[in-house]
């Protein structure tokens, strides 16, 4: 069974820092591409990171270049998003997902999702 488990989510002020962890399991973790997505109230969906499997290629949302990054721990079967710099306008729930590719899950999300995680930042 195909799980995915956030972490790391929490009440953060302006300019802090959070560092969310995806732990997975079920599948041949390097694979597949992780990527990370939010949603804010009221928002639509939106990718906001992904790493492939394999080569690891790394992509990030306009938004969030240069404060954001992503990275995998294949020993770990775990990918981690480490949130730099936070922006109130960064406030939503943040989920993890699993597709074949990141330009399949940037564009279409994923095919298995975890159940999120809050992060608030406060201004």
């Known amino acids: 069974e195909v799980q995915l488990v956030e972490s790391g989510g929490g009440l953060v002020q302006a300019g802090g820092s959070l560092r969310l962890s995806c732990a997975t399991s079920g599948f041949t973790f390097d694979d597949y591409a992780i990527g990370w997505f939010r949603q ?7 990718g906001v990171s992904c790493i492939d499997g394999g080569v690891h290629d790394t992509h990030y ?3 969030v270049k240069g404060r954001f990054s992503i990275s995998r721990d294949n020993a770990k079967n775990t990918v981690v998003l480490q949130m730099d710099n936070l922006k109130p306008e960064d406030t939503a729930v ?5 597709a074949g590719t990141c330009l399949f899950a940037m564009t279409n999300g994923g095919h298995y999702w975890g159940q999120g995680t809050q992060v608030t930042v406060s201004s």
Do not use: Q
């Not at 804010?40 to 939106?46: F, I, L, T, W, Y």
């Not at 943040?94 to 699993?98: F, N, V």
């Open 40 to 46: 804010a109230p009221g928002k639509d969906r939106e």
């Open 61 to 63: 949302a306009d938004s």
């Open 94 to 98: 943040y989920s993890c997902t699993l």
